[in-house]
């Protein structure tokens, strides 16, 4: 079975300041896909950016972006320009390239604080 | 398009009692998931539905939870009985398809407090 490991459980930066989440995974899959979903005070989980393994350039959306290393199992997330509505849990997820039974597993979260 | 919805909100039972939730997906959504989150930690699957058949429910504690969708469209999810560490929130998500890699839609989730 997959693993998402997410080893910041909370962290803080001023806004407009940029702020890098870190993810790792461990999967023996070759074709995957990994997502960051953002999970505000109202509990839906929302997308906020996806990148195929297959695929070398790096996922943007805005001002978010990933770091995709596939050999270091690493998906990191970089908000640029933060801002107070940024302030939410964060979490990663890995899907295998079946999606398939196993869904979306999901790390314990990063929660992201953006301070005025 | 309108988003999966989902009810009650919130619920607050005391042990032994029993609970369903309610998720209606979105139109056309073939795959259904229930996820439990409990306080600190991710969205963990339980159940999930292509149409009206269970894909897979190998992480649901089916001595005490049951789930069905019948119709191929909106969903129940049960506890009975349910014990203290059933505390969690309950997020239903839906898909086009079980193969879907496009990531699921959420809804707002069920806040179940068993004391």
């Known amino acids: 079975a997959q693993t998402v490991t997410q080893s910041q459980p909370e962290m803080s930066v001023q806004e407009a300041e940029t702020v890098t989440l870190s993810c790792t995974y461990d999967t023996s899959e070759n074709n995957y896909y990994l997502f960051w979903y953002k999970q505000p005070p109202s509990r839906q989980m929302i997308l906020v950016i996806r990148q195929e393994a297959y695929k070398q350039q790096n996922a943007t959306e805005n001002r978010f972006s990933v770091n995709f290393q596939k050999a270091a199992k690493s998906f990191s997330l970089k908000i640029s320009d933060s801002q107070l509505g940024d302030t939410a849990m964060y979490f990663c997820a890995f899907m295998d390239s079946g999606g398939g039974a196993d869904g979306l597993t999901f790390g314990k979260g990063t929660h992201l604080i953006i301070q005025p | 398009e309108a988003g999966v919805a989902q009810s009650p909100r919130y619920k607050i039972i005391e042990k032994r009692q029993s609970v369903a939730f309610w998720c209606n997906p979105i139109?056309?959504?073939?795959?259904l998931y229930w996820y439990q989150q409990i306080l600190g930690q991710g969205p963990k699957l339980l159940i999930q539905f292509q149409n009206n058949g269970v894909v897979d429910d190998s992480q649901l504690p089916k001595d005490r939870f049951s789930a069905e969708r019948l119709k191929g469209v909106d969903s129940t999810l049960k506890i009975q009985p349910a014990k203290l560490e059933d505390s969690a929130v309950y997020l239903c998500?839906?898909?086009?398809?079980?193969?879907?890699?496009?990531?699921?839609?959420f809804g707002s989730g069920t806040r179940l407090t068993v004391v």
């Open positions: 998500a839906s898909s086009l398809g079980w193969n879907s890699n496009y990531g699921y839609t």
């Open positions: 139109s056309g959504h073939a795959t």
